[in-house]
């Protein structure tokens, strides 16, 4: 199937400090997105990217399109405690068909 | 509005039960979704509806019934639903323009509807 490997799966960091997370796949998607989710509520959207190379930011987060469209990452720079949660990957195939990686759940130490 | 609206926020039932989760935008987007999430778990496609018409059925089980009465509208109707079935259900919509399937949208979710099958 069309998997998206996502690392690391956890990550524990002092406040301040820089985070950088990954998805990867053998497939290639036309649209690749991270989203944010807090217990018990929906995920919310941080970054839409839309084409291979695409670097873009929304404050202190940035992510990048990967140029063969088979990757993608999300830095978090200067973190802070509301920063915690589970970041996600997603990417679009096609038709509507959008898949999420595993997660990487953020811990930020004040 | 950006807002994706899913009620109830709770639902807990019985096996023989049957309930419906439902949810609601107003920003004009013509697609529509249902994914399930099990605990520290990704969320997993179920369905989508695009303009109003069933699309995408990752081979869910019939107890799952999905109705999309107009394009503002999702529902999920559950029927004999078995306790491994608990999980966040979360409904969400992308724009979809042109009205033929995008390959590049934004998805926005709703809060969820957490699901306890006793």
């Known amino acids: 199937g069309q998997q998206l490997n996502q690392s690391p799966q956890s990550m524990f960091i002092q406040e301040g400090e820089d985070v950088s997370m990954n998805c990867t796949s053998s497939s290639i998607f036309n649209t690749w997105l991270w989203y944010k989710q807090d217990p018990g509520e929906g995920p919310v959207l941080l970054i839409a990217l839309y084409k291979a190379g695409e670097l873009t930011s929304n404050g202190r987060l940035t992510a990048q399109f990967g140029i063969t469209r088979k990757d993608s990452f999300l830095n978090i720079s200067a973190s802070i405690p509301s920063d915690v949660g589970i970041y996600f990957c997603?990417?679009?195939?096609?038709?509507?068909?959008?898949?999420f990686g595993a997660g990487t759940r953020l811990t930020v130490k004040p | 509005d950006t807002e994706v609206t899913q009620t109830p926020k709770h639902l807990v039932m019985g096996m023989t039960n049957k309930k419906s989760l439902k949810c609601e935008q107003h920003?004009?987007?013509?697609?529509m979704y249902w994914y399930k999430q099990k605990a520290k778990k990704p969320p997993e496609l179920m369905f989508v509806y695009s303009y109003e018409k069933l699309s995408i059925n990752e081979s869910v089980p019939s107890r799952f019934s999905p109705e999309c009465p107009n394009s503002s509208l999702l529902n999920l109707h559950l029927h004999a639903l078995q306790p491994e079935d608990s999980a966040l259900y979360l409904c969400?919509?992308?724009?979809?323009?042109?009205?033929?399937?995008?390959?590049?949208?934004?998805?926005?979710f709703g809060s969820g509807t957490q699901l306890s099958v006793l």
């Open positions: 969400a919509s992308s724009q979809e323009e042109g009205g033929y399937r995008a390959t590049n949208e934004k998805l926005f």
């Open positions: 920003m004009g987007h013509r697609a």
């Open positions: 997603a990417g679009q195939l096609g038709n509507n068909d959008m898949r």
